[in-house]
Nanobody, 128 residues
Framework: QVQLVESGGRLVQAGGSLRLSCVGS????????MGWFRQAPGKEREFVAAISWTGSSTNYAEPVKGRFTIDRDNAKNTVYLQMDRLKPEDTAVYYC?????????????????????WGAGTLVTVSS
């Protein structure tokens, strides 16, 4: 059993930066690959980024590649999403997810279907 809590979402101007955090509790945090997903109003959920158990492998969706960075600190049971050069189209509720079996590529390809745990989300609003 894992509980995930996201934080850090807020209103930010286009071109700005923001760091989201996801804190996990329950099972050992290092046992799970972690992912970030987002869902904008009226749109389907989309994959953003994923990171392996140890942080040695990452996967990014094309729209955020080069702008977002996923990282983790297992000692703090925390996964981060550093968001730079934000665009209005990045506006969405961002969700943290954890999975004990899928690799970072599978997390992206499946768009989160079948992941073990989800957080409740944190809202990021990017103004133009």
């Amino acid at each position: 059993q894992v509980q995930l809590v996201e934080s850090g979402g807020r209103l930010v101007q286009a071109g700005g930066s923001l760091r989201l955090s996801c804190v996990g509790s329950g099972r050992p945090f290092s046992s799970y690959a972690m992912g970030w997903f987002r869902q904008a109003p009226g749109k389907e959920r989309e994959f953003v980024a994923a990171i392996s158990w140890t942080g040695s492998s990452t996967n990014y969706a094309e729209p955020v590649k080069g702008r977002f960075t996923i990282d983790r600190d297992n000692a703090k049971n925390t996964v981060y999403l550093q968001m730079d050069r934000l665009k209005p189209e990045d506006t969405a509720v961002y969700y943290c997810a954890a999975d004990g079996t899928m690799g970072v590529q599978a997390i992206g390809v499946t768009n989160g279907v079948g992941v073990d745990y989800w957080g409740a989300g944190t809202l990021v609003t990017v103004s133009s």
